[in-house]
Antibody, heavy 118, light 107 residues
Framework: QVQLVESGGGLVKPGGSLRLSCAAS????????MTWIRQAPGKGLEWVAF????????NYADSVKGRFTISRDNDKKSLYLEMNSLRVDDTAVYYC???????????WGQGTLVTVSS | DIQMTQSPSSLSASVGDRVTITCRAS??????LNWYQQKPGKAPKLLIY???NLQSGVPSHFRGSGSGTDFTLTITSLQPEDFATYSC?????????FGQGTKLAIK
């Protein structure tokens, strides 16, 4: 069965950095685009970034462009999100999700909480 | 960016009711519209993709319709497990923006 497991969240000070990981299993990882989506406490969902199956294409929300970097290692079946210059408003649960042909996200991880606070 | 506006933001209904949630895009997105269900403390679950296609395993009392800028999620005969928050998402142009969500509560 498809499984996505995020890790790497935690408490970080404003201006700090954090690297999130997402371990995939149960499907052919290198066949799929992958996406990071976040949800601030009590708020709606916000699409953060996606990456193509071969890492040749990436795209970011304006709110994170230049600060966050999405990457993947197909051999390790893992997705990453490098987050730099973190701000208080980056506080959220971060989900990794598999992306299907129409852009829909059909499988999601359980999420990892990132808290940016002094 | 394409803005997605859902209405209502919240509603209450009873088991067995028929409920309709609408989602409007700020520009035409064809049928690149997806619906998700989310329960407290859980990850979202895909219900409908490409405006009207039921995701595998999703009960048939969920229906999606629409194209262009106006879309609808209809839940016929509400079940106890359907009380949750529902969000639409456009996947036509990046960033793939979401609506603000509609919280469906028990009356």
């Amino acid at each position: 069965q498809v499984q996505l497991v995020e890790s790497g969240g935690g408490l970080v000070k404003p201006g700090g950095s954090l690297r999130l990981s997402c371990a995939a299993s149960g499907f052919t990882f290198n066949d799929y685009f992958m996406t990071w989506i976040r949800q601030a406490p009590g708020k709606g969902l916000e699409w953060v970034a996606f990456i193509s199956s071969d890492s040749g294409l990436t795209n970011y929300a304006d709110s994170v462009k230049g600060r966050f970097t999405i990457s993947r290692d197909n051999d390790k079946k893992s997705l990453y999100l490098e987050m730099n210059s973190l701000r208080v408003d980056d506080t959220a649960v971060y989900y990794c999700a598999r992306s299907e042909d129409y852009g829909e996200n059909d499988y999601w991880g359980q999420g990892t909480l990132v808290t940016v606070s002094s | 960016d394409i803005q997605m506006t859902q209405s209502p933001s919240s509603l209450s209904a009873s088991v067995g009711d028929r409920v309709t949630i609408t989602c409007r895009a700020s520009q035409s997105i064809g049928t690149y519209l997806n619906w998700y269900q989310q329960k407290p403390g859980k990850a979202p679950k895909l219900l409908i993709y490409a405006a009207s296609n039921l995701q595998s395993g999703v009960p048939s009392h969920f229906r999606g319709s629409g194209s262009g800028t106006d879309f609808t999620l209809t839940i016929t005969s509400l079940q106890p497990e359907d009380f949750a928050t529902y969000s639409c998402q456009q996947s036509y142009i990046t960033p793939y923006t979401f609506g603000q969500g509609t919280k469906l509560a028990i009356k």
